[in-house]
């Protein structure tokens, strides 16, 4: 049974420029969340996505945004970016009611530059 | 506000039992989890425990968990190198499912010694 997929591993962007970041969750999970992890402020959750609607949004700013699709794949896309956002993004799937706990992705590592 | 709070290091000698410790604000309705972290990659779920459960045992784990002191312990026994990670104590502090997310801790560093 295939992991949760993230793509790309690593990407490096210049400020004010744009990314978009994909994640592929277990098949049969409907549920896919986002976190940013940094060493100043540790995990955060960032939104979660179940058949295809923002079901859940944490406190991030505008530039953040995310998509899923009807085969449960999800994008995230930062606008305008800023040094702040380089960090690890993490994207975790699970069942649809998530208290068994997520599945986590190995991350997509993004430095802005 | 909402809050988790771990102990950044660990330093145990491999053989030993490591317990990791977590406090937690808001215990109403709490789902719990212990989340292990190794270098370069993703968090991979250890165990979960409800706050209608005190404790609960899978294999070398034991969680054991106070909810008068809103206090979590994660218990390894027979500690490995392999052991060697971050582990992060999260819980979702009350939020319903409605409104589900996870409050995450700092991590634990755990440290193993030959």
């Known amino acids: 049974k295939a992991g949760v997929t993230q793509t790309p591993r690593y990407l490096i962007k210049t400020r004010g420029q744009q990314v978009t970041l994909s994640c592929s969750p277990i098949?049969?999970?409907?549920?896919v969340s986002w976190y940013q992890q940094t060493p100043g402020q540790g995990l955060q959750f960032l939104f979660e996505?179940?058949?295809?609607?923002?079901?859940n949004k944490g406190n991030f700013p505008g530039r953040f945004s995310g998509r899923q699709f009807s085969n449960s794949r999800s994008e995230m896309n930062v606008s305008t970016l800023e040094l702040g956002d380089s960090a690890l993004y993490l994207c975790?799937?699970?069942?649809?009611?998530?208290?068994?706990?997520?599945?986590f992705g190995s991350g997509t590592r993004l430095t802005v530059v | 506000g909402e809050d988790v709070e771990q102990s950044l290091f660990l330093s145990v000698r491999e053989g030993d039992s490591s317990v990791i410790n977590c406090t937690y604000t808001?215990?109403?309705?709490?789902?719990l989890y212990w989340y292990k972290q190794e270098p370069g990659a993703g968090l991979q779920l250890l165990t979960y425990?409800?706050?209608n459960m005190d404790m609960k045992q899978d294999q070398r784990l034991t969680v054991l968990l106070n909810k008068k002191d809103k206090h979590l312990s994660l218990r390894i026994a027979d500690t490995q190198t392999g052991d060697s990670a971050i582990y992060f104590c999260?819980?979702?502090?009350?939020?319903?499912?409605?409104?589900?997310?996870?409050?995450w801790g700092a991590g634990t560093k755990l440290i193993i010694k030959p």
């Open positions: 975790a799937s699970s069942l649809e009611d998530r208290v068994y706990g997520y599945t």
């Open positions: 098949s049969g999970h409907r549920s």
């Open positions: 996505y179940f058949s295809e609607t923002q079901r």
């Open positions: 808001d215990s109403s309705s709490t789902y």
């Open positions: 425990i409800f706050s």
């Open positions: 999260a819980g979702t502090l009350g939020r319903s499912l409605e409104n589900y997310q996870l409050i």
